[in-house]
Structure formats: structure tokens, C-alpha cells
């Protein structure tokens, strides 16, 4: 993969190989966990399969297109499917010990490989511009604002404080918050996408 290091490309088939084998393993146990075979998680678990397969002979090619955009598709299908399962699972007792705490475990790890190759994907565009570090640092920064502004907006002390005020002091306080939040927003927003447009290649191939 041209634009991801060798290490994101070994990172990346790991985890596909580790869903492959969590996927062929969850597929298996779908027909032993509960007193009938759970059809749900079987089909969403050959999709997992599937998908963790074509991943790992699209990695294989020496240049796959759109390296950033196909791993972050990878990452979110695996999650998704995962998600649905578990929607259904949590309902059917599971005639195994701790298994709550094995689907629990099932559930966080296929998460946490969706991340983990997004966060892959991220980077192979993020690395191709040094501008583009500025404007992702950029986005952190207000995203961390942000939260911290929310936070406070929605602390119960804070908002007793506030509702204690004057009517047009209350509202004064409230429409600052209010448009210091969507500023931060919007700044968050335009310079996560600008971190990834710098890294967009212009008349080539890998474009995200």
C-alpha cells in the first residue's frame, strides 16, 4: 500500500486476520450457544467473514485505490454487523457459563477493530501532507473545547447558578454558550475535513 507505512499494512491484516477468526469461531458457537441455532448472528458473522477476507486480499495488492476511504469502510462494516448482532443476542439466553461476559468481550473487541482500522485509514491520508497534522491538531483542539464548554453548559450546579440570575442575564449567558458552542462545532468540523483534503492526492488514483 503506497500510502500507509509497512507497519499500518501489517497492523490492519492483523486485525483482519484476528475478525476472521473471532467471525469463524462466533459463526460455530451461533449453532451451540442457545437451544436453537441463532440465525441473526450466523448471517451477520459470514458477512464479517467475508468482508475480513476481501479485505485481506485488497491489502495484498502492491497499490489499492483509496487506501484511507476502503479501510475506513472495513472498519465500519465489521462494527456495524457486530452492533446489530449484539442487538439480538442480549435477548437469547445463553446456555454457556459467563456468557454475557464472553458476548461483552465479542462485542468491545470487534468495536475496538473498527477503530483501530479507521484509525489506519485516517492516518494513510493524514501522512501524506504535513499540513495536514496542523489542521488535525487544530480539530482536537477545538473538539476538546467543545466538550469542556458542553460540559460545563450542562453541569446541574452551573445551571442552577445561571437559572438564578436575572431573566435577561440567564438569557445573555445561554446565547453565548450557545454560539461559542457551534463556533468551536464548526471549527472542529472544517479543519478535520481540511486535514484530510490536504492529504487528497490531485489526478491520481488515491484520493482519499
Known amino acids: 500500500m503506497k500510502d500507509t507505512t509497512w507497519v499500518g499494512r501489517r497492523v490492519a491484516s492483523g486485525v483482519l486476520l484476528a475478525v476472521l477468526a473471532s467471525a469463524l469461531i462466533a459463526g460455530g458457537g451461533s449453532w451451540v450457544i442457545a437451544s436453537k441455532p441463532v440465525w441473526i448472528l450466523f448471517g451477520f458473522e459470514v458477512v464479517v467473514a467475508a468482508a475480513s477476507i476481501v479485505g485481506l486480499l485488497w491489502l495484498r495488492s502492491a497499490r489499492p485505490d483509496a487506501p484511507g476511504l ?15 448482532s449484539w442487538l439480538t443476542v442480549r435477548n437469547v439466553p445463553i446456555a454457556v457459563p459467563r456468557g454475557s461476559a464472553m458476548v461483552l468481550g465479542w462485542l468491545g473487541f470487534r468495536l475496538a477493530a473498527g477503530v483501530v482500522l479507521a484509525g489506519v485509514g485516517a492516518l494513510a ?10 489542521y488535525l491538531f487544530r480539530a482536537v483542539g477545538c473538539g476538546a473545547g467543545l466538550a469542556v464548554a458542553a460540559g460545563i453548559a450542562v453541569s446541574g450546579g452551573v445551571r442552577r447558578t445561571v437559572l438564578d440570575l436575572p431573566g435577561w442575564a440567564s438569557f445573555a449567558i445561554a446565547t453565548f454558550v450557545f454560539i461559542l458552542c ?27
Open 182 to 208: 457551534c463556533v468551536l462545532l464548526s471549527a472542529a468540523v472544517h479543519c478535520a475535513v481540511r486535514a484530510f483534503e490536504c492529504g487528497m492526492r490531485r489526478g491520481g488514483a488515491d484520493v482519499a
Open 70 to 84: 476502503g479501510l475506513a469502510c472495513l472498519g465500519g462494516a465489521i462494527a456495524a454487523c457486530t452492533f446489530l
Open 125 to 134: 491520508v493524514l501522512g501524506r501532507d504535513e499540513r495536514s497534522r496542523g
